[in-house]
Structure formats: structure tokens, C-alpha cells
């Protein structure tokens, strides 16, 4: 995911550096909100690690 989001960063830098407004404003759009989403997976995937790894205690 976080791969996509580079991707579309790029691609909007590549769009406004030509000139194209729109495509570039949707590209950074999307490439923020896959790198929201990337971070939230991301947290929820380290909380469930550390929830997980604790042994009980008797």
C-alpha cells in the first residue's frame, strides 16, 4: 500500500510539473489518503503484535 501511495505521489509531481491541475490534484489525493490508510494498518498492525506476544502469567 504504502508502494501505491509513492506511485501516485509521483505521478502528481510528473502531472504538475506539466501542467495538468486536475490530474495532479487527484493523484496527491489519492496518494494521501493510501498513506493515511498505510499508517493505520500499520499501528493496528503493531498493537495487535505486542497485544499478542504477551504471555499470561499464572
Do not use: D, K, N
Not at 2 to 21: D, E, N, R, T
Amino acid at each position: 500500500m504504502l508502494y501505491w501511495a509513492v506511485v501516485f505521489f509521483i505521478v502528481a509531481i510528473i502531472a504538475a510539473v506539466l501542467g495538468f491541475g486536475g490530474v495532479a490534484g487527484a493523484a496527491a489525493g489519492i496518494a494521501e489518503i493510501l498513506f493515511f490508510v498505510f499508517l493505520v494498518l500499520l499501528v493496528i498492525s503493531l498493537i495487535m503484535h505486542v497485544v499478542r506476544g504477551r504471555s499470561p502469567r499464572p
